[in-house]
């Protein structure tokens, strides 16, 4: 049996702002630092250790890992860091606000944009400043490989080669390895893992700065996973992430 943790960064400056962030590279919070450190002290405690970490090229998922490697005087821990694990592009609504946005288009045009399986935001323009061929640390990335905007699926087809390439073989050779990522890009890792149907995956919402672990068999299927730390406020953590498309909390 395997062991895989999965985690999403801290909050965020644009979660706390409530904006979709997408490939927007904004920073952690004082309790997104806070959230990685217990993260790492939880991690510290359960008597997990790691031999190779995964990243993003997004300083919100590297800053989290960075801060949880601390807790656990563990900062030796070789980390790859990719774009595969960005977070969903998120198109020309990056920057909104989620709950104005939903007061403009309604709360299920914004589930759709946030979560709809296939159906992707409006693109940025090729020529917009924000447009990720503008940015030096893709600059070795082939043109075609770089959204635009995108939705879930297009997410998946990009984080997939990342897992079967490296981060499964590294597990399969033994190594216990921790990713720290997005949102979306973790949702886009379970739906491969757990077989996610489309409509249920709908319905997936990760909290920031809550290591998720993964139990895998020998090929790699899940067996079962669960959140270390107090369940109850990680339930509520994802009902939250949840009611941010909405014009007004329930
Ligand atoms: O804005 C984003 O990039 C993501 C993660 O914060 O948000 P959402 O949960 O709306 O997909």
Known sequence: MYKLVLMRHGESQWNLENRFTGWKDVDLTETGRKQAWEA????????????????????????????????????????HSSWRLNERHYGALQGLNKAETARKYGDEQVLIWRRAYAIAPEPLDGDDERHPRFDARYSRIDAADLPATEC???????????????IAPAIKAGRNVLISAHGNSLRALIKHLDQVSEDDIVNLNIPTGQPL????????????????GDQEAIAAA????????????D
Request: no cysteine.
């Open 40 to 79: 790492g002290e939880l991690l510290k405690k359960e008597g997990y250790t790691f031999d190779l970490a995964f990243t993003s090229v997004l300083k919100r998922a590297i800053r989290t890992l960075w801060i949880a490697l601390d807790a656990m005087d563990a900062m030796y821990t070789p980390v």
């Open 152 to 166: 879930l699926k297009d997410t998946v087809a990009r984080v997939l080669p990342l897992w079967n390439e490296s």
């Open 213 to 228: 672990v993964y139990e895998l068999d020998e090929n790699l299927k899940p067996i079962k996973h669960y959140y270390l």
């Open 238 to 249: 994802m009902a939250a992430v949840a009611a941010q498309g909405k014009a007004k909390k």
